[in-house]
């Protein structure tokens, strides 16, 4: 793999996803005629599954990989993996304090994994690149939820092989509830008033295929496509039913970081971020999410609305990657009921706030930062790529550390920790903005850029098994730009 990264055939393959779009006279590739044809169709709302209670008191929910195909495009079937379905999974429902476990049958005929992606659990449970389920084999995963309300989510982490599983489909959300959250009165009626949107960008080959390329390219901006997916479907509309609607976004992309807002530039509100509820609720009209992250925000629509939702291209979006434009349609005319109070003022109570004096070790992660800043050690971090036999940190299990990502190449990465929720302590020295004031699990980190993050390794010590730190853009870990801790007692 790292050989080819500049192989001319690469080089090729990489110049047709330039930043004017899709060109299809080397690929052949199926463009999305812009106009009519999109938000034509429904979002879809995947089902809930909310488990069985067996006879010790543990909730089992029973999860199958399996190939699929759907019509993303109306005349072609695109084949696909899915979990419990053709296309992504369903949204697994916990509260905090169930006792859990997954019982994961893989009936694909190649391995992978299913990881907990912001789940804070033991590390052999975490269903990282260590715990392959092979072909025909099961997995079944326990461990309690011990963290609050939150949008999580679950994906295949399969080494060298992530960014085409999650991009065929092997993906979904997880929802943790709780009572503090319960009692804040938020929108909450699942599919109606509380609606996931999970945002996936897709390139289509011309007989309907995905498109997918895994190298990093010269551009080494991961895969990005021109058809925007959300909750699988291509391009789609909603029927708002309620005044005031929650959304949980997800970027669920492999490479692109999408800037968001209303075709209107109307405010919403922001209430959560990656690890649940904000301190307090933050106005905005744009919001940024990067490959891994998660946000939940509150949006008021009247009957009259006819608004769309929309990806705008910012400087430092990657590698000067074009936003898509409006990407989704909300339909205002069904709205019924009266206007609820908005969110309360303050959400979430007891964030942790890590100071640097308190951590125990403090650790640098440079990512990036060979000479050459498009060298081979482009996507390294500490100079190393991800090798599985060996451990790069040993933390102290209870301890509070302090970890700086400092980023040396020419582009963002979205760094993730395994385990835990940190705090971004500061950005170049400077407290972030208030949508990054929660816990969190994944941050982009811009090029130049030096990011503090405070967390702690509460419980779970296993000197034998390791979790993962890793850039989110998903052909960047599959290419190596992986590392791995162990949490020692
Ligand atoms: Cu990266």
Redesign the pocket.
């Known amino acids: 793999m790292k050989q080819n990264l500049y192989s001319r055939r690469n080089f090729l393959k990489t110049a047709t996803l330039g930043a004017s779009g899709i060109l299809l006279p080397l690929a052949g590739r199926l463009t999305w005629a812009a106009g009519e044809s999109r938000f034509t169709r429904a979002l879809d709302i995947p089902p809930l599954l909310e488990g069985e209670m067996d006879k010790d008191g543990v909730l089992n929910f029973d999860l199958l990989l399996r190939y699929g195909s759907r019509d993303f495009l109306e005349e072609r079937q695109t084949p696909t993996m899915g979990i419990n379905g053709d296309y992504l999974g369903p949204v697994i429902r916990l509260r905090t304090n169930d006792r859990v476990r997954m019982n994961v049958r893989n009936t694909l005929a190649e391995a992978s994994t299913l990881h907990w992606h912001g789940v804070h659990l033991p590390a052999r449970m975490d269903g990282g690149p260590h715990q392959v389920i092979a072909a025909g084999d099961s997995w079944h995963p326990e461990f309690q939820v011990r963290q609050p309300a939150s949008t999580l989510w679950y994906h295949s982490h399969m080494l060298h092989e992530t960014g085409r599983q999650v991009y065929s489909g092997l993906a979904g959300l997880i929802y943790v509830e709780d009572e503090h959250a319960d009692s804040l009165d938020l929108p909450s009626e699942y599919g109606v008033d509380d609606i996931p949107l999970v945002l996936q960008d897709r390139a289509f080959n011309a007989d309907g295929s995905f498109f997918y390329d895994s190298s990093p390219g010269p551009g080494m901006r991961?895969m990005m496509g021109d058809v925007m997916l959300i909750n699988g479907v291509a391009f789609p509309q909603l029927r708002v039913r309620h005044r005031r609607t929650r959304f949980r976004i997800l970027n669920g992309s492999n490479a692109r970081i999408y800037n968001l807002e209303f075709s209107d530039r109307r405010r919403f509100l922001q209430i959560a971020s990656d690890g649940g509820l904000l301190r307090r609720r933050v106005p905005l009209r744009r919001l940024r999410l990067a490959p891994g992250e998660r946000a939940e925000i509150v949006v008021v629509f009247d009957w009259d609305d006819d608004v769309y939702l929309r990806d705008v291209s910012v400087p430092g979006n990657g590698m000067g990657a074009g936003g898509l434009g409006d990407i989704m349609h909300f339909d205002g005319s069904g709205v019924a009921g009266a206007l609820v109070g908005p969110p309360p003022v303050k959400l979430a109570e007891n964030i942790p706030s890590w100071k640097p004096r308190d951590a125990a070790r403090r650790r640098r992660f440079v990512?990036g930062g060979g000479r050459r800043p498009m060298g081979p050690r482009a996507?390294t971090i500490n100079g190393k790529y991800m090798d599985m036999n060996r451990i790069d940190e040993t933390v102290r299990v209870g301890d509070i550390e302090a970890w700086e990502v400092i980023n040396r190449s020419p582009?963002a990465?979205?760094f993730h920790v395994h385990d835990v929720q940190f705090r971004v302590h500061a950005r170049n020295g400077v407290t972030p903005p208030p949508s990054e004031r929660s816990l969190k699990d994944t941050v982009l980190v811009q090029p130049g850029e030096s990011v503090l993050l405070m967390m702690q390794f509460r419980d779970y010590s296993d000197p034998d098994s390791p979790y993962m730190y890793h850039?989110h853009?998903l052909e960047?870990e599959d290419a190596g730009?992986m590392g791995q801790f162990v949490v020692t007692s």
């Open positions: 991961g990512l996507l582009m990465h979205p850039c853009i960047h730009m």
